[in-house]
């Protein structure tokens, strides 16, 4: 059975990976495609939105950047949770995890994860949220 980075065990589900760095989307997709996901990506939270209404049926959860120029991390979480209220969706930030939350009051994201990204905590935030933690 495939289970996909947001626990899904059904074929097809992909991650939507939203950064608006190159190299960071091409590295945050090899990482996810090494754990064995697929993914489509974002350079923005307005394409990010897009791509979200394009593919909603086969996107099981978002990994977002929190600051973008445009419609930030944040502005692009609260349309995609308006979308999909129960969208699993990871902030990645330079941040320190508490700093991220605090930006988020009430509708907290699933998890936060620290950038640069490393497969160990990644891998690490996946497995937390497949098992209903964050």
Not at 103 to 110: A, E, I, L, N, R
């Amino acid at each position: 059975m495939t289970i996909d980075a947001c626990g899904n065990s059904m074929l097809g589900h992909q991650v939507l990976l939203v950064d608006d760095e190159k190299m960071v989307l091409e590295v945050g997709k090899a990482i996810l495609q090494r754990l064995g996901h697929k993914v489509i990506t974002a350079e923005s939270g307005e394409e990010a939105l897009d791509q979200y209404v394009r593919h909603r049926e086969s996107i099981g959860c978002v990994v977002l950047d929190l600051t973008m120029p445009g419609m930030d991390g944040q502005a692009a979480f609260k349309q995609l949770r308006t979308l999909s209220p129960k969208l699993p969706i990871i902030i990645a930030s330079g941040l320190a995890a508490d700093q991220v939350t605090r930006q988020f009051g009430d509708t907290q994201p699933s998890s936060v994860i620290q950038k640069p990204y490393q497969i160990a905590d990644l891998s690490t935030k996946i497995q937390r949220i497949l098992n209903g933690g964050s």
